[in-house]
């Protein structure tokens, strides 16, 4: 069963602009992450948010959380060429299990 | 680093064929998964296992089967493949803790014909 769904499903951007994705998700959760994927191989972990936390940072990317809305964003900002990757939110609640959303897939033009 | 192996980038099978998906990893993860991709669809989950021997089922199990005989392996069997399986394999570790943190392998595309 797929929790999360991102939003959009597709992003163009040009280089040096910032990007923001979308995720929302339908019951409790204990943590919502976010995964990088380059075409073709498997997913990277970028960065994990807590229940009780509200926003967090990792060098150019930012995360915030909204349990009320159940939702979360990503911004990355001043996107680079290899920023182009699929992006995927995950989200957490017991026994180790993730649930995947389905990506967006960003593209950045140089 | 944590490392999460695949045995095979590229696989073709043959409907029919018992096929076997390899993941070792090298950090003493207690969890490993495997997932499937597919377009449109995002990363379903097949089976996930806490412990050696230990295995519980996913989201869509049916047509798979898994082992788990040494803590850093976990296999995927499909035990009699179909063209409805092809599909990238996606093999996954986790630590046991309160991260969930998932480190991924490199993904085995699988072509049945």
């Known amino acids: ?110 | 680093d944590v490392k999460v192996t695949q045995s095979s980038r590229y696989l073709v099978k043959r409907t029919g064929e018992k096929v076997f998906l390899e993941c070792v990893q090298d950090m003493d993860h207690e969890n490993m998964f495997w997932y499937r991709q597919d377009p449109g669809l995002g990363l379903r989950l097949i089976y996930f296992s806490y412990d050696v021997k230990m295995k519980e089922k996913g989201d869509i199990p049916e047509g798979y089967s898994v082992s788990r005989e040494k803590k850093e392996r976990f296999s995927l069997i499909l035990e009699s493949a179909s063209t409805n399986q092809t599909s990238m394999y996606l093999c996954a570790s986790s630590i046991t803790g309160n991260s969930y943190e998932q480190y991924f392998g490199p993904g085995t595309r699988l072509t049945v014909t």
């Open chain 1, 1 to 110: 069963s797929q929790q999360g769904e991102e939003d959009p499903q597709a992003l163009s951007i040009q280089e040096g602009e910032n990007a923001t994705m979308n995720c929302s998700y339908k019951t409790s959760i204990n943590n919502l992450q976010w995964y990088r994927q380059n075409s073709g191989r498997g997913l990277v972990h970028l960065i994990l948010i807590r229940s009780n936390e509200r926003e967090k940072h990792s060098g150019r990317l930012r995360v915030t959380l909204d349990t009320s809305k159940k939702s979360s964003s990503l911004l990355i900002t001043a996107s680079r060429a290899a920023d182009t990757a699929s992006y995927f939110c995950a989200t957490g609640k017991g026994a180790q299990k993730l649930v995947f959303g389905q990506g967006t897939r960003l593209t950045i033009n140089p």
